[in-house]
């Protein structure tokens, strides 16, 4: 009661300075069907208010969840949504296709613009600094521990803290104490389809390897069969030798990673922060039995593959609606503006994972608002629902000086799916030839590097 | 005065037809419309795009045969779709062309129960694809978790990785397709064996020939023709194999099990390549179209 | 002369042979074998409904148990731990499954009907009618027999939704209508009809369509029935193209337009479905062709085996 009077008096307050709009807005962000408790959010809190500051703007509800194999032709029929939220590696993709609105003046007109974390917005602009997108969430990757079973494994300090791994030779170790006592895998690796490329290339990063390079005449260039990518796959050639991986690693894929996480039948997953929900809501670990730590170091220091889930807007959405939008984004509190609306949404949302057993952790900065980052934080303080000391590594590790990465930047894709190629080959044959098989997924990405960007 | 009426018989009678003619082809209009929609125009479609570049869906450039040089010189994934293709129809016809053959003489010969194998044998193939493929793919979950792998393990054996095993991984869906299509395979033979009249049988027997020496000359040449359409039938579809690999292994590991048609659907809807997935599919259908004009002049060789 | 339908039932043994005790064996080997065929076919269907009863722990990793020597090990079982029914009910409300079946339903009726009626008129005039020019549009039948239907997949697509009937059910159900699987069976059938039925009809003064929906029609209800379950089948199992036209279709309501192949179908693209959700999800998807065999079963086999024989 008293959140829905704090939003009638942010709403009120708000209605002088709300300009007339008419126009529809489509909300492809609406949750899906089945998630009723995010769809009360949102019914109960967020449209009511921007129904109130906006009352010409029409408001569709209509979920929308991307899907690669069907988005152009959406696109071609000029059926996308206003606002959807699609995968951190699709809007290079997008933008080049000039699938999405450019949405640059409407961010300066609101005073958004020279608020995004920086390293998130050239993720979401072309060439020229035009932004096409907002972010959502930032994420960067980490190692997930499943608590229970180091407890099992006796790998706990006196505080019931686990005794982590703080370098892929220390995960070895220690996968070995947890196969032995427990049975369960050290390690559940991504083999099945382009994440696993993903995952491993973070691997990468933490040896030293560069997978990317650009030369002086500006032509890309391969890196997948260099020393350092080589010492990165033996070492999970040596986990597969060991037996500390997951049975079938070839058919793990993002959501089947957490499935082993969450029920256990894996002590460690590489994973984000954005996705606690998953070995927690939707494999039933319990929420005070999931740690984060920072992602091992190799030979080289621990890095960490950063990005953010963006929200994208149709090509053919006109000023008025890309506005309203982003004003929907205001009041769920996605937005660096600190309103009571945006306030009372930050507080919803902390809310519905605390009652959904879903971790609240401090939100990763996407915004360089400070005093929206704070109320975040105050937020989080607030509402927290776990042990501080079970993400301390984690957050430590992202927030430390130069170790958040991004991706490689071209065909990224395609690279993943040449790195997932012989993460098969190498987790299949334990007799592997690790640099042939480098040098052929090296070959094959010069091939679609010249193919698609070199030209 | 005779010719001046037959001609004009003759026309009315003409004018009849042609007005009979339209009738008709107005009946069958709306089929046709479909047809030319949804197979005949979409084909031409796709032998054009082929030649083309594309963006999008919209085609921009004429590009002649660049999108299949590229495919068969440059693509990585290509020949080994190539070799697995031929390697499913291969391990097809092992496993999967004699089965049905043997179950149906096995079942023609019981005595009672016959209806119940049949109906039993046929409910695979009744079941929806998709969720079949879904649960055979849990079915040979690699860990001991596994049903198969549970089952072996009651024998003592340890698990096997049954998908992600290269070498095991095409038997493996060839076993998963057979277990599947068998069913409707055997009923038509087990048709075809009770249409042999009793005769034949009781005059052999007359003559002292075992049961093997009945088999081989009367049973098999009976069946032959069956044998021989159903045959290249197998052929042709094990050949455009899409859906198995596609969700059992999505391919792998590392290209062991990608087949032609995947590649096309990658191109065209992962990638968003529609003219190379036009040039592959083209390519698939020149081989099938091939091997039916081969296998024809093979056969009608051999009435000779 | 014998004749009846039970009068080939022996094979090529024959009650002389069964004196010999090597055949007596043979013979219990072969029915060995065939039980086992049996339970091959059948066992897959048993697993996954009493796999849907467990929980997703269970399910994925095993039940836990402390070895004797101390260690913690989850093992798996077979047979879940407890039957509860209301766990299937729950997976069924969380994913508003109903809809999807309503869904798949509408298709399935739909596609029925356009089976029986479009390839019907076409076969029919193709076999019955034969108007001039009629053996070009039999040869491009015949010929697209020969080429996978999934070449055409892409350009399909494409034109779908260039005429803008994307996100509905009509390209699904009119595209049954254009199978020449269909044709090639009912034109065989028409072929074989009485001619002087048909001529008798025509004399009374029956104009051709309404020869086709007051005879042709009634009388080939045998082969009706074969494309009316092949139909059927077919529709509730399709997912490839109805994934592409109907992938976050909804109707006016803001309900899902999928059906449940399609629904199926993005548990294996979208990655974060539980797999016991999906094992509860393939239940209820071969729950009705299931009931389908099990009513027309006798029908099925019968009607099949004649028409594959034809054909």
Known sequence: MKKFLSLMLAALMLLSTASAMAATVTLGIYPVDTDSAAKENHDTYYIPAFKELYPDVELITSNYTYAVETFTALAESGKVPTIFETWYTEPQKLIRNGQVADITDALTELGWLDKINPSIRALLSDENGRVYGVPRDGYALGMMLNVEVFEDAGLVDENGIPLYPKTWDELIETGKIIKEKTGSAALCLLAQDNAGGWHFSNIAWTFGAQLEVQDENGKWLAQLNTPEVVAAMTMVQTLVREGLLTSDPTSENWGTGFAQLGTGAAAMYIAANDAVNQPTQNNGLAVDKLMMIGMPAGSARSYSLSGGTPYMFAANATQEEIMAALKYLEIMGRAPVLTEASKAGLRADAEYRVANGIPVLPAFPVWTDEAFNQAQADVVAEFSNVDDRMFENYFDAVSAEGGLKMEEPMETQQMYGELTKVLQEVVTNPEADVQALLDTANANLQTILDENVNK | MSTIKSNALKQSARRHRALKDLGAWLIMLPGIALFAFFVWVPLAEAVRMSFYKTQGMRTTEFVGLYNYSYMMLKDPDFWPAVRNSFLYTGWSLVIGFLVPMALAMMIHETKRGKSLFRTAVYLPNMMPALATIFLWKYLFRADQTGYVNMLLGKLGIAPVSWLSNAQLVIPVIVVIMTWKGAGATTLIYLAGLQSISQEIYEAAIIDGAGIWSRIRHITLPQIYNLARTLFILQIIAVFQILYEPMVLTGGGPNNASVSLMQLVFRQAFELGDYAKASSVSVMVSVVLITMTLVYNQLSRKKEM | ?311
């Open chain 3, 1 to 311: 002369m014998k004749t009846g339908r039970r009068s080939n039932e022996l094979g090529v043994l024959r009650p002389y042979d069964f004196e010999k005790p090597s055949v007596k064996l043979g013979y219990a080997l072969l029915i060995a074998l065939l039980i086992l065929v049996l339970l091959i076919s059948l066992m897959p269907f048993v697993w996954v409904v009493l796999a849907g009863f467990k929980d997703q722990r269970e399910f994925i990793r095993g039940v836990r148990t402390v070895m004797a020597d101390g260690s913690v090990r989850y093992l798996p079982r077979l047979l879940p731990e407890v039957f509860d029914l209301s766990l299937y009910v729950k997976t069924w409300n969380d994913t508003r499954f109903y809809l999807y079946y309503v869904n798949s339903l509408i298709v399935v009726a739909g596609s029925a009907a356009s089976a029986l009626v479009f390839n019907g008129l076409l076969a029919y005039g193709l076999s019955q009618l034969r108007p001039r020019g009629h053996r070009l549009v039999l040869g491009l039948v015949m010929a697209s027999l020969m080429l996978p239907a999934t070449t055409s997949m892409a350009p399909l697509f494409v034109n779908i939704n260039r005429i803008g009937l994307s996100g509905s059910f009509w390209p699904l159900i009119l595209g049954v209508g254009a199978s020449a699987f269909y044709v090639v069976l009912l034109k065989n059938f028409f072929d074989n009809m009485p001619a002087s039925l048909l001529e008798s009809a025509r004399l009374d003064g029956c104009s051709d369509l309404s020869l086709f929906f007051r005879i042709v029609f009634p009388l080939s209800m045998p082969i009706n029935m074969v494309v009316l379950i092949y139909a059927i089948n077919g529709a509730w199992s399709d997912f490839l193209l109805p994934y592409l036209v109907l992938n976050n279709a909804k109707w006016a309501s803001g309900a899902t337009k999928e059906t449940v192949m399609v629904r199926l179908f993005s548990f294996q693209s979208s990655n974060a479905a539980r797999d016991i959700d999906v094992i509860r999800a393939i239940v209820f998807s071969i729950i009705p062709p299931i009931l389908l065999f099990i009513l027309f079963q006798r029908r099925i086999t019968d009607n099949v085996v004649s028409a594959g024989i034809k054909g």
